[in-house]
């Protein structure tokens, strides 16, 4: 039986053990000249291994902004995060910018939202570069 032909009771009844990334009451605000803007205003969800999440919703509704969040790519001063963010329960918002690196690209990546002018996240920048020449 596929997720999709399970009851609601059924489907509600999610792995056990920890999730792998767990958000929880995220809040990623702006400071901007036209005052704050609140692109992500608590929002919550679990991601177990093995799992997929879809997350829908009108164009500006902050499904970008959530997702860069979590990958630690907000850098701009202007940006304000709160909230949880764990992966593997380890808290990504307490974790400094070098730890959220190594975890880039080995434990988490993002196919950005043009994917054909983005760099594959599951191979290395050298061997996409190789790829070409040969
Ligand atoms: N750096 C920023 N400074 C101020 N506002 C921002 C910033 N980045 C995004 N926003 C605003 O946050 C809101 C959410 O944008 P986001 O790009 O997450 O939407 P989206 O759900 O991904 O939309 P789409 O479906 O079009 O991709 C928008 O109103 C956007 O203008
Ligand atoms: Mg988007």
């Given amino acids: 039986m596929t997720d999709l032909q399970k009851s609601p009771a059924d489907a509600a009844q999610t792995p056990s053990g920890d999730p792998f990334l767990s958000v929880r009451d995220l809040r990623i605000h702006f400071d901007t000249d036209d005052g704050l803007v609140r692109s992500v205003d608590g929002v919550s969800f679990d991601l177990h291994k093995g799992r997929t999440l879809g997350i829908v919703g009108e164009s500006g509704s902050g499904k970008s902004v959530t997702s860069l969040g979590i990958m630690g790519l907000h850098r701009s001063k202007r940006a304000r995060i709160s909230g949880e963010i764990r992966l593997n329960g380890e808290d990504l918002i307490a974790a ?3 730890r959220v690196r190594q ?3 080995r434990d988490m990546a993002m196919i950005f939202q043009d994917p054909l002018t ?8 050298g061997q996409q570069i190789v790829e070409a020449y040969r």
Avoid at 118 to 125: G, I, K, R
């Fill in 96 to 98: 400094g910018p070098d």
């Fill in 103 to 105: 975890l880039r690209g």
């Fill in 118 to 125: 983005a760099m594959h996240p599951y191979y290395t920048v």
